[in-house]
């Protein structure tokens, strides 16, 4: 893990938390940081062929940070210890948010998913004629 990757992380993560504040947005401020990131590296993939330190340094770190995920969830989990009388009071509407916002990220990635691939099929059908045509037009 490197240091000015890190702070790269950091960088990103509080320029949406500012942005977020700022504008008053409903999505968390690290999504919107991870956003810029993505981003700003897609961009930056777009002009150059090959991997720089930056982000080869941002690969390691993120690699390093998964890794090491479970450790992240020990602050989470003693939150939600803290927090049981409140827990105890709310558990349906808790539930029923969870449970539901499963649901539509399922039925999101779903039909993404089929949107997906008959965008793709209908790709490659479109394709196939093409290069028939041609092989007939060469005979």
Do not use: Y
Request: charged share 15%.
């Amino acid at each position: 893990m490197t240091i000015p990757a890190f702070l790269i992380l950091l960088a990103c993560q509080l320029a949406g938390d500012l942005l977020r504040h700022t504008l008053a947005l409903p999505i968390p401020g690290p999504v919107i940081g991870m956003s810029i990131l993505t981003v700003v590296l897609v961009f930056r993939a777009e002009r150059t062929t090959s991997k720089s330190s930056t982000v080869i340094g941002l690969e390691r770190t993120a690699e390093t940070l998964i890794r090491n995920m479970g450790l992240l969830f020990v602050p989470a989990g003693v939150g939600i210890i803290t927090e049981m009388g409140a827990l105890r009071l709310q558990w349906l509407p808790m539930a029923a948010g969870l449970i539901g916002s499963t649901l539509l990220s399922l039925l999101a990635t779903g039909l993404v998913m089929h949107w997906s691939i008959h965008r793709r099929a209908a790709g490659r059908s479109a394709v196939v004629p093409q290069a028939t045509e041609r092989t007939r037009a060469k005979a």
